[in-house]
């Protein structure tokens, strides 16, 4: 008897690839400190003014518009597929303060810091605890 094994995909993924349809998902790091979180962007080719920051819930969207450029000929018109936006999804969770995030974009190197909720900040320092 055979069994298959494909995944149903659920209403979170169907979400997201709607979200990111059209879209390429850009280079990124995340460093946790106490206090908050640091994303940062790898999105060259982008000026200041064609970056989006939004948070839905307990998510951050990102989207990075590339400068566009008028092609002459066809075979670089071509490259046009190759040359698509960005857009990044991450889900952080509720305990961060979005309404007091930060941004910072040089040689399309994007930083944002993401500070948490004074009561997020308080239980993770409960947490740790020295057992024996």
Do not use: W
């Amino acid at each position: 008897m055979k069994t298959n094994n494909t995944k149903i995909p659920t209403r979170k993924t169907r979400d997201a690839e709607l979200a990111t349809a059209g879209f390429r998902k850009p280079a990124y790091e995340c460093q946790m400190h106490r206090d908050g979180m640091e994303v940062t962007v790898y999105i060259p080719g982008v000026d200041a003014n064609s970056v989006t920051i939004e948070a839905r819930g307990a998510d951050l969207i990102v989207t990075a518009l590339k400068e566009r450029f008028v092609r002459v000929n066809f075979t670089a018109l071509n490259l046009e597929s190759a040359q698509n936006d960005y857009r990044l999804c991450l889900r952080l969770g509720r305990g961060y303060a979005f309404e007091s995030m930060h941004a910072d974009i040089r040689n399309g190197v994007l930083t944002i810091n993401v500070p948490r909720h004074e009561s997020a900040v308080s239980l993770a320092g409960n947490r740790l605890c020295h057992v024996a």
